[in-house]
């Protein structure tokens, strides 16, 4: 038996990825099976990017790139934060990563020493408990409450907040809930932390997917700007899960720590992948808009199945692509209510806990997949729970 090293006890794990080898395998023995289970939207990378992508690929773009990323590709991204987030923004305030993932693992583990708290939401994107675990650090989960459409209480967050606090982590639009914070929760968050020496890691991965009024960031609040790294990425507004292109923004020297341990785990992102994201960020955007009309859609639609199942009830989410319906009135936790629905009725989900304790009693449902789908998914749904004992 081999054996590990204490370190790798710390991280933790993605349920979405679990649960479709768990469908693949099923479907592998000819049973059919719905799947509601990854966040990834189904529909093709537009055709825009795919062509610059070629191109760049014609024109030498196949070698290394500094680990912050080519220039250009950081000018379009300072360009885009500066225009949708309201503020001035620098290609040195920029670093180009292999998808989102990494800035959050590796700003965490760049301000976080161990023995300091990180404060997260519960239910959230478990990364984030995985990084802090990562930097041994005190993990602190934020409740995100059903009778706040999943927002924190902000009377929550100021009793979490200590002098060992050193890193908030915020999600809006908000993994799993579709959630969405308002400029009011980031005032508090600012009159909450005062002078103290926290950063806030601020995952806006779900930016361009809102419903319903517009999407506000943290930076909005002029005195947390310093302190914010910003997420954002590629995968889920342009349909670019595969293509790993994501991006930090925040201080300079927060970046050029970020890019230390690029340099020392992958080196660079991929120099065509690069040029494709400038054209996804300065080229047609009408295939996003298309694709936020048809998950509003496709919400609408799920949203109102699940209600009409006896037992269960749904909130209508504001952004991103997942429903989380409260299950509490059919009396299993979550995983077991997990288990038969994909065991016994082929439909592939995650249960709530995947995301921290505070998710007991959901489910989370991704509709990042067709209506037809979501439709037949939603008849085999009330029949399943019809049945629940």
């Not at 773009?61 to 250009?72: A, D």
């Not at 670093?95 to 404060?119: C, D, F, H, M, R």
């Not at 002098?163 to 809930?177: A, E, M, Q």
């Not at 494709?276 to 199945?305: C, W």
Request: proline fraction near 4%; glycine fraction near 8%; hydrophobic fraction near 40%.
């Amino acid at each position: 038996m081999i054996r590990f090293a204490e370190r790798t006890s710390m991280m933790g794990t993605e349920g979405a990825f679990e649960v479709l080898a768990r469908a693949k395998a099923l479907e592998r023995e000819g049973k059919e099976v719905y799947h509601l289970e990854i966040g990834e939207p189904d529909f093709d990378t537009p055709e825009n990017i795919k062509k610059a992508a070629l191109d760049a690929l014609n024109k030498g773009y196949t070698h290394y790139t500094p680990s912050t990323g080519l220039f250009e590709t950081r000018q379009a991204i300072a360009n885009y934060i500066s225009r949708t987030r309201g503020f001035d923004v620098k290609p040195e305030e920029v670093i180009v990563t292999a998808g989102a993932k990494p800035v959050i693992v590796y700003s965490i583990l760049s301000l976080v020493e161990k023995g300091e708290e990180v404060i997260y939401p519960d239910p959230g994107y478990p990364i984030y408990n995985s990084a802090a675990r990562m930097a041994e650090a005190k993990l602190v989960p934020l409740p995100l409450l059903e009778d706040k459409e999943f927002k924190f209480d902000l009377s929550d967050l100021e009793k979490r907040v200590t002098n060992k606090t050193r890193v908030i982590v915020i999600n809006s639009p908000h993994n799993p809930t579709g959630g969405i914070l308002t400029l009011d929760d980031f005032y508090g968050i600012r009159d909450i932390i005062g002078n103290k020496d926290i950063y806030i890691v601020a995952d806006e991965i779900y930016s361009r997917i809102v419903y319903e009024g517009e999407f506000v960031s943290i930076t909005k609040v002029k005195e947390l700007r310093d302190r914010t790294i910003i997420i954002d990425g590629f995968s889920k507004t342009y349909a670019m899960t595969g293509w790993r292109l994501g991006y930090g923004v925040a201080n300079p020297d927060i970046i050029n720590m970020i890019a230390k341990y690029v340099t020392n785990s992958y080196s660079c992102p991929t120099a065509f992948v690069q040029i494709a994201g400038i054209e996804a960020l300065e080229g047609n955007q009408s295939a996003v808009d298309y694709m936020v009309k048809e998950f509003k859609e496709r919400r609408d639609i799920i949203v109102k199945g699940l209600n009409e199942i006896k037992g269960v009830s749904c909130k209508l989410p504001k952004g991103a692509f997942y429903v989380f319906p409260n299950i509490k009135s059919f009396g299993k936790s979550s995983n077991e209510i997990h288990n038969y629905l994909l065991n016994e009725h082929g439909i592939a989900c995650l249960p709530g806990t995947s995301f921290g304790g505070f998710g007991e009693g959901y489910l989370r449902f991704s509709y990042a997949t067709s209506k037809e789908n979501i439709k037949k998914a939603l008849l085999k749904l009330n029949e399943a729970f019809s049945k629940v004992r």
